[in-house]
């Protein structure tokens, strides 16, 4: 049996094809686009399809595939009727109107009952479905379902309207996680009859022709893109563990933090695993960050910048995207004028250090897993390895681990098991200066927020 997974990202968009023995035989990719429309921007939604399809049929004709999974990023819903979206898919990176903002943020539930941090732009999408539902009521009042961002994708391409807990629960404002039902929101905006019954991720939802085969493929409940991550490795019984899955965000998933610790201030919230059970997280945009503070940058990046990087105390204090642990920050790379891949290193190292500072926020104390595009080489998992002497430390057999549990998903829901590839050990790495670089950093970046120093989140 091969499966093949559409894992669709806020910055690019994959296809693989995945075998039993869990390789990945082929792949696609493509960056979706947004574009604008009255007033908002949204997803080139045709683009998109027009792609996947292509992909899809691919895949069938030269792989004999014979399910369909998806994996989605966060933050996003469809509104859909019996046949089509009512309105374009919005983009999460848009705040909106003030005056809007003023009367919808009055009606979003506490952080007590939906453990969703009130988060700026669309990064809880409850706040997006208020928006919308005010400024096109018509959009609403004609859709049949409300629909998760990777169920979208599974009924569009031949599966039915389901919702999926791991999406609703992922700071929504839609979940409340203790009672592991929808929130008050839900209830007070009459939502609840548009959203779907539940189906487990990658449950069979229905079966489409495509390309040349003559045998129908089946359709699969989509998941949310970093706690597929998490199924990838929890299905391994490796013991306790914490994920650290990087991508356009870096997501750090410890389900071993007490809630109670949880700070709304900082980024901190409770994702929800495929099977309803609450995982608290720590976010930031870590991806797009990256991006910023390198310029761009695509390349290896050498063990020699970084050390001279460190050598010269430049360093990128937070933050350089909206939310994340130091939310109210503005981002500033200080020391010198770093060369271009220097300043490639300075980025990693802020990518590091962040990851460093929420597993201490998120209370990390056991094995650590990195996976994701930022530890590509795995530079990135041996830096954090040289800066927690004390915690184990394994990467991802593969960069693509929510693509990987997702593939895992479909297998089993076909009652087949799909091969783990065991995550390799990290060796740490051996920058000298890096712990008193580190200790800086917390100093200029915890410091100058609270007046605490580096002591404030250890």
């Not at 409340?176 to 009859?193: H, I, K, N, T, Y």
């Amino acid at each position: 049996m091969k499966v093949a997974v559409l894992d669709f990202g806020k910055t690019n968009s994959k296809l693989f094809v995945f075998g039993e023995d869990g390789r990945i035989l082929d792949g696609r990719r493509t960056r979706p686009i947004w574009t604008h429309r009255d007033g908002f921007s949204v997803l080139d939604d045709a683009a998109l399809h027009d792609w996947a399809l292509a992909a899809v049929n691919e895949a069938v004709d030269s792989h004999g595939i014979e399910g369909l999974m998806v994996s989605g990023h966060g933050c996003t819903f469809a509104l859909v009727d019996d046949t089509a979206l009512t309105h374009p898919i919005l983009d999460y990176e848009q705040e909106p109107p003030a005056e809007v903002a003023a009367r919808i943020d009055r009606r979003i539930p506490d952080f007590s009952e939906t453990f969703s941090p009130r988060l700026p732009l669309g990064f809880n999408y409850g706040r997006h479905m208020l928006w919308l539902n005010e400024v096109e009521p018509g959009a609403f009042a004609s859709a049949t379902s409300i629909l998760g961002y990777p169920q979208y994708w599974s009924w569009r391409f031949g599966g039915r309207a389901v919702s999926e807990v791991s999406y609703l629960g992922c700071h929504s404002h839609l979940w409340a996680p203790r009672r592991r039902d929808f929130s008050s929101l839900v209830d007070a905006e009459s939502w609840l009859g548009r959203m779907p019954a539940f189906a487990r991720a990658g449950a069979v939802i229905g079966e489409q022709h495509f390309g040349k085969a003559g045998r129908p493929v089946a359709i699969h409940n989509g998941v949310h893109d970093s706690n597929a991550a998490l199924h990838a490795y929890r299905r391994q019984q490796l013991g306790p563990l914490t994920v650290v899955s990087t991508g356009t965000w870096v997501v750090v998933l410890n389900p071993d933090c007490p809630l109670d610790v949880l700070d709304r201030d900082r980024d901190m919230l409770v994702n929800v695993d495929v099977d309803g059970g609450p995982v608290p997280t720590i976010r930031f945009m870590g991806g797009r960050e990256f991006a910023v503070i390198s310029a761009g940058w695509q390349g290896a990046i050498s063990p020699a910048s970084i050390q001279r990087v460190i050598d010269a105390g430049i360093m990128a204090l937070p933050s350089f995207a909206p939310g994340g642990p130091m939310p109210d920050r503005v981002g500033e790379v200080i020391g010198g004028a770093p060369d271009r891949e220097e300043r490639a290193a300075v980025a990693l190292l802020y990518v590091a250090l962040m990851v460093d500072l929420s597993l201490d926020l998120i209370h990390s104390k056991d094995t650590v897993i990195v996976d994701g595009g930022l530890n590509a080489g795995g530079l990135l998992a041996s830096l954090l390895a040289q800066l927690r002497p004390g915690q184990p430390f394994l990467q991802g057999a593969t960069l693509e681990g929510s693509a990987t549990g997702a593939a895992a998903l479909a297998f089993e829901s076909a009652g087949r098991g799909m091969a783990a590839e065991t995550p390799e050990p990290v060796d740490a790495a051996h920058f000298a200066g890096l712990a008193g670089y580190r200790d800086r950093w917390r100093d200029l970046a915890i410091g100058a927020e609270n007046g605490k120093g580096r002591t404030a989140a250890r």
